[in-house]
């Protein structure tokens, strides 16, 4: 410990006096002492090439951070491993490669706690809400940024202003606006305040525009973006860069200025390639993908999809390659301590043999034949071990080429997949349009030789019905497919806070004549109120389900039936029940949510009302399941991930 200390001293000392020096200078004395034959000194230069290098070049800051971790856990240096992990995170954060900085923020709090680090700890927890928010985790990420909230009111910390920016920009992605701005806003004015170095007023200002992207007003998020704008190209940041003309691009996205928003998002993807913003490149092409996609040009919105599609897959590529290189240095670590611990032991048994030697001068044979013996079987071993691994280190070569291999192959074949899913999606979409004008010009044309005199024949006149009726019936063939791909294509996916009871009472009031005909005892137990779903498909759902219970009824009993709502876990639950005619699921179970399969003809249907509830239910990313008794009545349970 005494010798860290001394070596952490002479390391300070060497660049005392420094402040606004030669900085090619400095560089030159940090990759002298990289060299030192003193290891703390090492590390500590290691460490501070990787600060150096973070904003210049990140691929020499990273090689430098993984070093400086390597030296400091052979030497149990702590101040060095935490040193390390610091900057790491930061490195990998930038990368996109949010799980790693993760595992390195996690590793670093024992030793935070350890030393009683205050700064570290709130950095730590700060770090982990800022990464796990990029990630879409909003529940993990308040609860990370809370507990630093409470740490750094505690000490008044500088940064508190960041970690309530962190916190506004939470309850916004969660759709909580109101408190969003609160919270936004409250690190605006800390920060005018009690100004901090860095660019914590910048990333402030992006965050509110993004929220009054949210709620429709472009004006206030162009007049905050570009507030930003003026103070990234003061301190020239390249990633503040991205975020704003990201954002920017955004807004004249939905202002539905597409040229303004392409230009802005290509510029976004040059400084972001530059960098190896891969987090930020992949946003830039996903605006991309989404206005080509809104223009109807779907060659560029498909190009646009596999490039955020490759930027997405290298970072779990680079990820696993780095995780199959850890296995490695950890396999041959462990295999050098075994090899010392064997001849450490070796050594041991050939000076208890000498000892014997000169104690037992009589059994000097005998201990002679036994030594000869124990080396020769140790050279046996030793031989079989070397074959062993170097069998082992064959086959770990032969399985990273298969896995390289495979993956490969897979990508390839996810790449191919999603161009056929949108060439299926495009033929059938262009398909359902095109035959509605062909159908119309039919039906018009059988409505106006309906009306002549001359087709006055009883045969002439079956004959026209039959052919209104064919062309009424691919009408409603054509407008069940464009209901369907409307689903799968996403048009109506708005989603918004909806009040089940009011959209139930809609329904209701829709079927009013049907519920009175029928006599039907409708029982409601909504003890979940609302959810954040499509209101439309919350509609159809209720609409086809108490639409079947009614349709579908017993003829010796009056309709029951009950609609209910809970919560399970992370799930919300609504469960129609109804005491109907029933179906026998051991036959119907795998064509039950199929599109035109019909179970009972007694009364009219087109058999598309379960295909389009399941389809609706997989577009909220939620599941259907049905219990159903022949005589007795069904029951369907829908489940929905809450948001």
């Keep these: 410990m005494l010798c860290h200390r001394v070596s952490i001293f002479l390391f300070l000392l060497a660049f005392t006096g420094y402040g606004q020096g030669d900085a090619d200078q400095k560089l030159a004395n940090l990759r002298e002492l990289a060299e030192s034959k003193n290891k703390i000194t090492r590390i500590n230069a290691l460490n501070e090439l990787a600060e150096w290098h973070y904003n210049r070049d990140i691929r020499k800051s990273l090689d430098y951070g993984q070093e400086a971790l390597e030296l400091a856990q052979e030497e149990d240096f702590k101040q060095g491993i935490q040193n390390a992990y610091k ?6 954060r930038r990368l996109g490669n949010y799980n790693v900085a993760v595992e390195y923020t996690l590793k670093n709090l024992p030793i935070a706690e350890q030393l009683r680090d205050t700064a570290e700890l709130l950095d730590a927890y700060t770090t982990l809400g800022n ?36 916190i506004g920009r939470g309850y ?8 969003a701005i609160f919270y936004i806003k409250a690190a605006m004015q800390r920060e005018l305040d009690f100004p901090q170095p860095g660019y914590g007023l910048s990333y402030i200002y992006n965050n509110l525009a993004e929220v009054y992207i949210e709620l429709g007003k472009y004006e206030e998020a162009i007049h905050f973006y570009d507030l930003s704008a003026g103070l990234e190209e003061e301190r020239k940041s390249p990633l503040g860069k991205t975020f704003t003309l990201s954002g920017l691009a955004r807004v004249y996205q939905r202002k539905k200025e597409y040229d303004k928003a392409i230009a802005l998002a290509l510029q976004s993807i040059e400084i972001s390639t530059q960098n190896l913003y891969r987090d930020k ?20 919105a498909l190009l646009y999809y596999k490039q955020f599609n490759i930027y997405k897959d290298s970072i779990f590529s680079e990820d696993r390659m780095q995780y199959i290189e850890n296995l490695k240095i950890n396999y041959e670590t462990e295999r050098i301590q075994q090899e010392n611990e064997l001849l450490k032991k070796d050594t041991e048994l050939k000076d208890a043999q000498i000892k014997q030697q000169y104690s ?3 059994a000097f044979g005998v201990i002679l034949l036994f030594v000869f013996t124990a080396g020769f079987m140790m050279y046996l071993n030793n031989r079989q ?7 082992l280190h064959q086959y770990n070569q032969d399985l990273e080429s298969q ?21 299926l999606e495009q033929f059938g979409y262009i398909t359902a349009h095109n035959l509605r004008a062909p159908v119309a010009r039919i039906l018009g044309l059988g409505n106006i030789v309906g009306n002549e005199a001359y087709f006055s024949l009883p045969r002439d006149q079956e004959i026209l019905d039959k052919l209104l009726a064919s062309a009424h019936e691919l009408d409603t063939i054509i407008h069940d497919l464009n209901a369907i791909l409307d689903v799968k294509k996403g048009i109506h996916h708005a989603y918004e806070t909806i009040d089940l009871e009011n959209h139930f009472a809609k329904v209701k009031s829709i079927l009013r004549d049907k519920i009175a005909e029928s006599q039907a005892e409708i029982t409601e137990s909504f003890d979940v109120k609302t959810c954040y779903a499509v209101p439309a498909y919350i509609e159809s759902i209720f609409y086809n389900l108490l639409s079947n219970a009614i349709k579908y009824r017993h003829s010796d009993r009056k309709p029951v039936i009950k609609v209910k709502t809970h919560i399970k876990g992370n799930d919300l639950y609504i469960t129609v029940s109804d005491n109907g005619i029933g179906l026998d699921l051991n036959k119907l179970k795998s064509k039950m949510f199929s599109l035109y399969q019909r179970f009972h003809h007694h009364v009219e249907g087109k058999g598309l009302g379960l295909f389009l509830v399941k389809t609706q239910v997989e577009a909220l990313n939620g599941s259907i399941d049905v219990q159903s008794t022949v005589g007795e009545g069904s029951t369907f349970d829908i489940r929905i991930p809450i948001k």
């Design 87 to 92: 900057i790491l995170r930061r490195i990998h």
């Design 131 to 166: 990464i796990h928010s990029a990630m879409g985790n909003y529940v993990e990420s308040q609860q990370y940024l809370k507990q630093a909230r409470i740490i750094g009111e505690k000490i008044n910390a500088p940064t508190l202003a960041n970690i309530l920016n962190y």
């Design 172 to 179: 916004g992605k969660s759709g909580q606006y109101d408190s």
């Design 281 to 300: 490149a992949r946003e830039a092409y996903g605006i991309l993908y989404e206005i080509y996609q809104d223009k109807g040009d779907f060659e560029k």
């Design 360 to 362: 037992y001068a009589i």
């Design 385 to 391: 071990r070397r074959r062993t691994n170097t069998l």
């Design 403 to 423: 896995v390289q291999k495979r993956t490969n192959e897979l990508l390839s074949a996810n790449t191919e997949l999603v161009k056929q899913n949108a060439q």
